[in-house]
């Protein structure tokens, strides 16, 4: 009798852990579009500095790679939230994805640029494109198709970019598209001497970074939601404050970028995520969205308007 009391309190236990594991909501997940590195730094400081928890979320972001399909997986339910482009949301709005919201932009000014060798002089995208050379980068891009109507005809020949700095590095005539935190602080630790022009220069200013999710969630979990970008904005100006203490974790996460680069990283993009005019880090403005709607119908990326109206939320 006694064991079998012993069995019955045993079986209680059980499922009382079982009960309260059930009840226990599974963690949100965050999908990135790249490794670990400045550009979501405040991302991940929400989570060093505990602002997920203090606004009462769970939260495991998962890192990316190149052509990690962020926005896809979210429209699919695979993950919470996601980080994608500006571009990327008007895109899949045009195609019928409806169920999509943006909720905060890290980058005001869009880090994308092409990078050249000083040598050579120029003083403008203008200049770059309308000079002998070669010009590597990759040609779908949003971007290069703007690019295409503004500056036609090039005097640059173009050519696929395949990543890296190498065959930048070994021929002056050679200039390549960039992220102006990355990979003009890798030439610049080669020896080489560059100069860097922003596509932003040019007029063609998306958002960055941009933190979305399922139109759904907003609907049905507001609180959580506003809970989110709460904690994301405090990380991120945390992380524009001090740095070191997040570098540090992503450092670890990420060993393929040196703790220097991690430092000059986060320093070179302060001033495209904290302009002048921000009032607020991750705001955005409806002009803003229209511009980029407009251009993109512009270009031909997107074959028919696409209305802004409820493209993203102010929180």
Known sequence: MRRLGIFVLALLFSCQVLAQAAASPAPLVLALNWKPE????????????????????????????????????LLAGRVDYAIVSADEVIIAL???????????????????????????????????????????????????????????????????????????????????????TSEPLTAAAAGLKVKTFLVADS??????????????????????????????RSGWNNYLQDPAETNKAMLALNRAMSRETFTQSAQAQRELIKTPTTERVGEMTQARWQTLADQLLDIKVVRQPVSVDKVFVDL
């Open 203 to 232: 007029g063609y200013n998306p958002y960055t970074a941009v933190l979305v999710t399922q139109r759904q969630r907003w609907e049905k979990s507001p609180a959580e939601v506003k809970a989110m970008v709460a904690a994301v």
């Open 38 to 73: 400045p550009q979501f730094g405040g991302f991940y400081a929400a989570q060093v500095q505990g602002y997920y928890n203090d606004n009462g979320l769970d939260v495991d972001i998962i890192e990316g790679g190149s052509g990690t399909p962020t926005i896809q997986m």
């Open 94 to 180: 045009a195609r019928g994805g409806s169920d999509i919201v943006a909720l905060f932009a890290t980058y005001q000014t869009n880090p994308q640029g092409i990078m050249t060798h000083a040598e050579r002089g120029f003083e403008s995208i203008d200049d770059v494109l309308h000079s002998e050379g070669v010009l590597l980068w990759q040609s779908g891009l949003p971007y290069a198709q703007f690019f295409k109507k503004q500056y036609s005809p090039f005097k640059v020949v173009t050519a696929p970019y395949l990543g890296g700095i190498g065959n930048f590095q070994n021929d002056v005539k050679v200039s390549q598209q960039c992220f102006v």
